[in-house]
């Protein structure tokens, strides 16, 4: 099975909902550790993607997705603009001209985008970013396809490693970024990065799930999430 | 009667939050359209009269919020353009490219960046896409605030009031000729010889976001805040202004170390939400203080220059002045919000 351009649309518009929803809730995880911008930053740049997209949505799925890097590195700011930017623009550029593209093409501009993400912010894995939630869900993504499962049951166990990787970062003491200064005081707090970057494989996971799940809803996420209580 | 929340709620002359940065940016171009120019999408407040062929030019830039920094030393002296973000949230690559390309006089342009892991980042990518189109980059961090741990396990020390000392020595530096490389010499000296420490009385509110940034009761200060209302080394109770300044100048001068027969700048900074007042009260403090160590204050600025918001509360910078470093201080400058010798 391949994956279509349109799929990938389908993928982004899930995410922009999602961060949109729950702009408040990553704000409130980042005001916790951070400087409490996360979840505006990302939905500001979301929003200006979805405007970016509209007009490539039949080009190819390497110019979708660096379009929608390049329109994250122009409105997000912050870590996020160029941690995000940069994940999309090298999974694009490892996509470029592929109207479909193949389940291992998939996953490794997936890696080349998580590639990017640590050249650029330099973290290690249990730095407490989001490398620890992608790093452990692209693994089993690989690991799946080779063991010869679909790419929606392969992005279905990566989701799982997501949630667990985004988990794993509440007891881990920050390392990087902002939230570093805290030094033990990050430690209980949950990762606003590794969260966003959850919502990333998750939504992947309904556009790309077989058989098609229903367009994503506002009531889909909403009462999931705690509300961060400081 | 008022309620006890009154604090927490957004009330600020903005039209909407969207709009603040925007609306601000059109009224600076309007009050000092002798002294400035602005662009938008992407947003940049470049100096008038810029480039000046053959000056190395001078960019800087950060999250709003931190007023007059960085666009109100955008001028002759001092920096050739400022790149705004959104409020205490780091500019992006577009706009330091161009504000790159539009102050290039073809002798290079110098990066000021704060020692923050966005700004870094897009700083970063900025000087890529410059450098691809031809012009030569450097960029200076600067790390001076002690409340913060430098170690391997941090981002490292952030960036504060060293910043404006420093965009005004080497803006002065870069105006009588410096070349991109003395001039890069000059802004590490100047940020390896200042070190800052602030407090807050009060928080301050992200339009945005819409509440305050951190609660804080009436009877407590937090020690080594940031520029953004990060929470620094430690919660305590209230204290008169001079034990304050006592705190804040002995750990500054404990850090570098300043010595006795040393020179220095001294500069007390108001968080935006101070009176000039209290920051008179809290100079004449750090100023005795410093006499009583040994050490001779030759220049002093007070005043609030890197703000965050609305917080109350002060930021004590100490610079270790040399000939040189002196010499560029002194020398004339014209922007919005500093001006002398002219």
Same mark, same amino acid.
């Given at each position: 099975m391949a994956v279509t351009t349109a799929q990938l649309v389908d993928w982004i518009e899930r995410y922009a909902a999602v961060i949109? !929803?729950? %702009?408040?809730?990553?704000?409130?995880?980042?005001?916790?550790i951070g400087d409490g911008d996360h979840g505006i930053n990302m939905d500001r740049g979301f929003q200006q993607v979805l405007i970016k997209i509209a007009p490539v949505k039949d080009k190819d799925a390497g110019t979708l997705l660096k379009t929608t890097g390049m329109a994250l590195v122009g409105s997000v700011g912050g870590a996020g603009g160029p941690l995000y930017g940069t994940f999309f623009i090298r999974a694009g550029t490892a996509l470029d001209g592929k109207a479909e593209v193949a389940d291992a093409d998939l996953v490794a501009a997936l890696e080349a985008g998580l590639k990017g993400v640590v050249e650029r912010g330099k973290a290690n894995l249990k730095d407490k970013t989001m490398v620890d939630v992608l790093t452990p869900a692209l693994e089993q993504a690989r690991a799946r396809? %080779? !063991?010869?499962?679909?790419i929606a049951d392969a992005l279905s166990a990566a989701t799982d490693a997501a949630e667990a990787g985004m988990k794993a970062t509440i007891p881990l003491k920050a390392l990087k970024g902002r939230a570093s200064y805290l030094g033990d005081r990050s430690i209980g707090h949950q990762d606003p990065g590794a969260t966003s970057s959850y919502y990333l494989l998750r939504t992947l996971r309904e556009a790309l799930a077989d058989p098609p799940q229903g367009a994503s809803t506002s009531t889909s996420y909403v009462g999931r999430e705690q509300q961060p209580t400081s | 009667m008022a309620e006890a929340t009154v604090t927490t709620r957004l009330k600020k002359l903005i039209n909407t939050p969207e709009s603040e940065v925007k609306d601000a940016l059109a009224g600076m171009a309007l009050a000092h359209a002798d002294l400035i120019r602005v662009e938008y999408d992407p947003n940049v407040i470049i100096r008038k009269d810029a480039p000046k062929k053959g000056k190395v030019g001078l960019v800087s830039g950060g999250g709003s919020g931190h007023e007059p920094m960085h666009g109100g030393y955008v001028g002759r002296g001092m920096l050739d353009a400022a790149c705004p973000g959104a409020v205490f949230t780091s500019p992006t690559p577009d706009q330091m490219a161009r504000a790159t390309k539009a102050v290039d006089g073809g002798a290079g342009v110098l990066h000021v960046v704060k020692n923050y892991t966005g700004d870094i980042m897009n700083f970063e990518m900025a000087a890529e896409l410059a450098r691809g189109e031809g012009s030569q980059v450097n960029a200076v961090i600067t790390n001076d605030d002690v409340a913060v741990q430098d170690?391997?396990?941090? #981002? @490292? $020390?952030? @960036? *504060?009031g060293v910043t404006v000392l420093l965009e005004k020595i080497v803006g002065g530096a870069a105006e009588a000729g410096y070349d991109l490389q003395k001039a890069t010499e000059l802004a590490k000296k100047v940020n390896a010889n200042g070190r800052s420490m602030g407090m807050a009385l009060t928080s301050c509110i992200v339009p945005a976001a819409g509440k305050v940034t951190f609660e804080i009761a009436d009877d407590e200060m937090e020690l080594?805040? @940031?520029?953004?209302? /990060? +929470?620094? $080394? /430690? $919660?305590?109770?209230?204290? +008169?202004?001079?034990?304050i300044a006592e705190i804040l100048t002995s750990t500054v001068v404990k850090d570098l170390p300043f010595k006795r027969?040393? /020179? *220095?700048?001294?500069? *007390?900074? @108001?968080?935006?939400?101070? +009176?000039?007042? /209290?920051l008179y009260v809290v100079y004449n403090a750090v100023h005795q203080y410093l006499t009583k160590e040994g050490?001779?204050?030759?220049?002093?600025?007070v005043g609030s220059y890197i703000t965050s918001l609305e917080m109350a509360g002060t930021s004590v910078t100490l610079l270790k002045l040399d000939a040189e470093t002196t010499k560029f201080w002194d020398a004339p400058v014209h922007t +919005? #919000?500093?001006?002398w010798g002219v």
């Open positions: 949109a !929803e729950q %702009k408040q809730y990553l704000t409130g995880l980042d005001a916790a396809l %080779k !063991e010869g499962a679909s | 170690s391997l396990y941090t #981002a @490292g $020390r952030r @960036g *504060v080594g805040i @940031g520029i953004h209302g /990060e +929470p620094g $080394r /430690e $919660r305590t109770k209230l204290k +008169p202004a001079d034990e027969g040393d /020179e *220095v700048l001294a500069f *007390v900074n @108001g968080m935006g939400g101070t +009176p000039l007042i /209290e050490i001779k204050v030759s220049r002093s600025l +919005p #919000a500093l001006r």
